[in-house]
């Protein structure tokens, strides 16, 4: 039956003109004909008719359609006539564009145009933002008519102040659309998630070269100066054109080519005005306010008018203010982005791509997680990474190269397997070593992009990335453990292999697992004390695995060390060609000691800045399992599954990790067990003399652990923009420290002096390092 | 509404069967549905998602009545996830405002939940909710729904949406790549 009914609905194609002859009218399109989608469609088929006879065979209940789709998806389909999904029911308006005349008439709208803008790079669409300017809808329209384009708004333009000033800024504001639809389109960042590239069809300029704008923006500078006086109108005018001719500027930044670590010259200064010019637009919202709305100027006219994959939604416009902050927040990102150029070496690089990564917009909304602006997230890393897979679009440096050179700087340098393509006999494990290293690139791009996504897929990223390390460390360890017998490079007086590149791939492999766990605080992904004590347990333990195996990667640099300095004594005890060849292996390894030394203090600042992490997690522990004794960390009575189903579902990715094992929940409970009989006791004593001394201990600890973190980054002499985020981070560390003692010190009171009453608990953000948000507790 | 008896609050699951109903009933119910769900919820959803989980699991759309009004409903669906396990997917949940605060969000989870544990034989039940809607976070984590995922910006009024998942046995703890394969018996498909 259904198939019948199927074979009869399909006859009711437009094209079916023997059938439906009759019925047939022509009916003309509401909007310019030129416009390309809808060129085909000036004639329709009224079917409605034959559509109701044929469908009345349908059974109830059945659904008709086609096999080669399911039915869900139809569900991304718009449906005509319901008023949440059809554009085509929108109301349309009027606007006559010849009665713009004046100045400030043209401000109100180049104002009103840039919130547009803003709004869009804040994840909204052109058709509710950009193109809702009847202007902009205007210009375009009659850029792509095929018969006769022209970038004007008028067929017959006159010369006035729209024709001229706000043409101009128009364009200016197009062509920085074309440049972030292009940083959209390259697949660095999510369609709708990051930015909505939906152009509705219209051709965003593909033509009009960026020169030829800045052109017509500087005509447009020259009339406002040789025509109009110093007013506020006047200065508003020139400021915004000046804007687009400096955003204008931004693509250059894809087309530099630098080598890392030299220090290349690049002209950012067009940044700087950016800024400043920003700075002064901001002084101008009392001109701003004066100004009067122009009705029907921006509407919902293109939503219904052209090709609109999307439901109606009203419009969106930032107001000033906002625009402006957000346009500084992107020239800031930018600025850093530009500071790779000045980045001295691969451990300064990783340090300061993983601070890029973790750089988040300050709201006052605890809610809203965003990190770097969306165009600097894109443009990162086009800039980092290009098309050839080079790093900043370099001769000598591919992302093979730079994972390369970190593998060596890590553990790799002057180890017998970083020369085996030397050495005699080995030529077969060359090929296995190739192999391996060729392997490593895959989890390293995935950081390498991980950097440039939100914060949502930053976690899923390296929640991906987990797998592949621990896939490598496997075989890199099969591979290492075979070969030393034969290779023997082994820890002074010991058996023990040192297995460089195991090494390497177990230390990312733990960072990026700690990481992921800390991403899950911050995307407030552990909802409440239970689930957020499980967290801190688990992220304590990793952190015992990552501080041990530093201080292995520690011992592999201080071996080298060693070895570099044994050399003069192995010299003078050898004759002949022996001697000569000790003497060339002591020249040829020697040049890397500066290295060696400035990895140990990369090692050391990391080893204390996990030993400050964890103190924090204790004392953030010690509270939480007092609050466990309380009763505070209980399941809902309502829960429908058990415990430990819940532990190994939060603890998901970890589950098919080889090394470290995941504890299981039974290790879990046990913890939580032994705190609550010890403190059991403390607590019928009231005596809580031993977690007074713990919060004192543990304060001077964290004190002196930032103190030497703050030494050892002076020491690492990282660029300003980096040091300036590694203080501001410890600044915050600093913050969450205290106000952990605090609430540990309240609960210790409250529990000395009340007793076990109903306590207030609330986690807060705000103000807070990222991975320590606040507990406190007071008496409800 | 303090005068409301909640006993006298009925919970049936959508029935499409015109041996026992009319088909002017069947369709002013799904008329009611979908425009209380239109009224409460943010996301604008066509006739075809209404149709795709009313045709294909009409027991898994559980209503709740007061007299004759329509009050409350939840919308599910049940598939297999990357033929490894039996996923369930609360797709909708809507109490109109006037009887909020009765339990009817609750009941009509629980029930939906008791459908899809006991007669689909879910290996876990996910859906996604709006970071800000605390209310609707507080109900679903009470049943033990736990969070993991969050979802930059993924509703239309560009809210972050978190995936929450309540596991029903271990085969939610393992992760895809890693799971048994699923014989093409126990796969669940939808109809249409």
């Known amino acids: 039956m259904t198939e019948i009914l199927q074979e009869n609905l399909s006859k009711l194609s437009i094209n079916d003109k023997d059938t439906l002859k009759s019925s047939e009218t ?13 060129a085909n469609l000036k004639v329709f088929t009224d079917v409605t008719d034959s559509f109701f006879k044929i469908a009345s065979k349908i059974p109830f209940g059945e659904v008709v359609k086609s096999n080669q789709f399911k039915l869900l998806e139809g569900t991304h389909a718009l449906e005509i006539l319901n008023p949440k999904l059809d554009s085509a029911l929108l109301d349309l308006t009027d606007f006559d564009i010849s009665s713009v005349k004046t100045l400030d008439e043209v401000n109100w709208i180049m104002m009103k145009l840039l919130g547009c803008l803003c709004s869009w790079l804040d994840n909204n669409s052109l058709s509710v933002s950009v193109l809702s300017c009847v202007y902009i809808q205007k210009l375009l329209l009659n850029y792509q008519n095929l018969e006769d384009p022209k970038l004007t708004f008028d067929e017959k333009p006159n010369g006035d102040v729209t024709d001229v000033i706000l043409r101009a800024f128009s364009l200016g504001l197009l062509q920085f659309v074309k440049f972030v639809l292009k940083l959209g ?95 002064e637009l901001k002084d101008q919202q009392t001109y701003l306010d004066s100004l009067k709305e122009i009705p029907n100027c921006f509407s919902v006219n293109i939503q219904r008018q052209l090709n609109n994959r999307s439901p109606p939604k009203p419009l969106s416009c930032l107001p000033f203010a906002v625009s402006v902050e957000s346009l500084i927040g992107m020239s800031n990102d930018l600025v850093s982005i530009t500071k790779i150029l000045e980045i001295t070496d691969v451990i300064e690089l990783y340090e300061y791509l993983t601070c890029f990564m973790n750089r988040r917009l300050n709201t006052n909304d605890p809610d809203e997680i965003i990190g770097n602006h969306v165009v600097a997230r894109a443009l990162m890393q086009l800039f980092l990474i290009r098309d050839d897979r080079s790093i900043l679009g370099s001769r000598k440096w591919f992302i093979s190269d730079m994972m390369l050179d970190l593998l060596y700087k890590v553990s790799l340098q002057n180890s017998k397997l ?112 239970r689930e957020i004590n499980i967290g801190y347990w688990f992220l304590s333990y990793l952190i015992g695995y990552l501080t041990q195996h530093i201080v292995r990667l520690l011992d592999i640099n201080r071996l080298r060390q060693t070895q570099i300095s044994n050399y003069p004594k192995k010299i003078k005890k050898a004759k002949g060609d022996k001697k000569l060849k000790l003497k060339e292996e002591y020249e040829s390894h020697k040049v890397y000691l500066d290295q060696f030394l400035r990895v140990e203090t990369y090692l050391k600042y990391q080893m204390n800045k996990m030993e400050l992490y964890k103190k924090l997690i204790e004392l953030k522990l010690t509270t939480l399992q007092i609050l466990n004794h309380q009763g505070y960390l209980k399941l809902s009575k309502l829960c429908r599954a058990p415990e430990e189903l819940l532990f190994e579902l939060q603890l998901k990715s970890y589950q098919s990790i080889g090394i470290p094992q995941l504890p299981t929940f039974k290790d879990y409970q046990d913890s939580l067990t032994k705190f609550n009989e010890v403190f059991d006791v403390l607590y019928k004593q009231k005596n809580f003399r031993y977690f ?43 913050t969450s420290s205290l106000s952990s003692q605090e609430t540990l010190s309240t609960l210790l009171k409250l529990l000395e002096s009340e007793g076990p009453k109903a306590l207030k608990v609330t986690i807060e953000k705000l103000n807070y390092h990222l991975y320590f948000p606040n507990i406190s507790i007071e008496l409800q | 509404m303090s005068n409301i008896d909640i006993n006298d609050i009925v919970y049936t699951p959508l029935s499409l069967d015109t041996s026992k109903h009319s088909k002017e ?18 996301e604008p959803y066509s006739i075809y998602v209404y149709r795709f989980f009313l045709n294909n699991w009409p027991e898994l759309c559980l209503i709740a009545k007061y007299g004759d009004e329509i009050i409350g409903c939840i919308i599910s669906k049940v598939e297999t996830h990357r033929n490894v396990r039996i996923r369930g997917y609360i797709g909708m949940l809507a109490v109109n405002e006037q009887y909020r605060g009765l339990g009817i969000a609750k009941k009509l989870i629980d029930l939906n939940l008791n459908s899809m544990i006991n007669t689909y034989k879910c290996d876990e039940i996910i859906l996604e909710t709006e970071v800000v809607n605390k209310t609707a976070l507080k109900l679903y984590e009470n049943f033990g729904f736990i969070r993991i995922k969050r979802l930059f910006r993924y509703y239309l009024n560009k809210h972050d949406a978190y995936r929450l998942i309540l596991p029903i046995n271990e085969k939610s703890t393992i992760r895809s790549t890693f799971s048994v394969i699923l014989n093409k018996e126990e796969l669940i498909e939808s109809k249409y």
């Not at chain 1, 033509?207 to 006086?229: C, F, P, Q, R």
């Not at chain 1, 621990?470 to 360890?477: F, M, N, Y």
């Open chain 1, 26 to 38: 022509k009916i003309t399109s509401q909007v310019n004909p030129t416009v390309s989608s809808r």
């Open chain 1, 692 to 734: 007074k001394s713990f919060i004192v201990t543990k304060n001077d600890e964290i004190n002196d652990d930032l103190e030497k973190l703050k030494e050892l980054a002076s020491d690492l002499h990282y660029n300003q923009l980096l040091t300036d985020d590694m203080m501001e981070s410890f600044s915050l560390l600093k």
């Open chain 1, 185 to 279: 389109q390259s697949g660095v960042i999510y369609e709708e998630e990051d930015l909505n590239t939906q152009t509705m069809d219209l051709d965003f300029l593909t033509k009009v070269d960026v020169a030829e704008t800045d052109n017509d923006l500087k005509v447009a500078i020259e009339l406002i100066e040789s025509n109009y006086g110093n007013e506020d109108g006047c200065n508003f005018c020139l400021k915004m054109l000046r804007l687009f001719e400096e955003l204008l500027k931004c693509e250059s930044l894809l087309s530099v080519n630098a080598d890392l670590y030299t220090h290349s010259e690049f002209d950012s200064t067009f940044l700087s005005r950016q800024l400043q010019l920003l700075s």
């Open chain 2, 25 to 42: 009933s069947i369709n002013s119910t799904i008329l009611e549905l979908k425009s209380l769900i239109d009224k409460h919820l943010s």
């Open chain 1, 418 to 529: 970083s020369k085996i393509d030397t050495m005699p006999g080995f030529e077969v494990n060359d090929i296995s070593y190739q192999k391996l290293l060729a392997q490593l690139e895959s989890p390293f791009y995935n950081y390498l992009t991980s950097i440039s996504q939100n914060p949502s897929r930053q976690r899923q990223f390296i929640n991906k990335e987990l797998i592949l390390w621990d896939t490598l460390q496997v075989e890199a360890e099969n591979f290492e453990l075979e070969l030393n017998p034969k290779l023997n490079d082994n820890f002074i007086d010991s058996n023990i292999p040192t297995m460089p590149v195991s090494s390497f791939v177990y230390y990312f492999k733990l960072v990026r697992m700690i990481e992921l766990m800390f991403k899950s605080i911050e995307l407030n992904l552990f909802k409440d004390l």
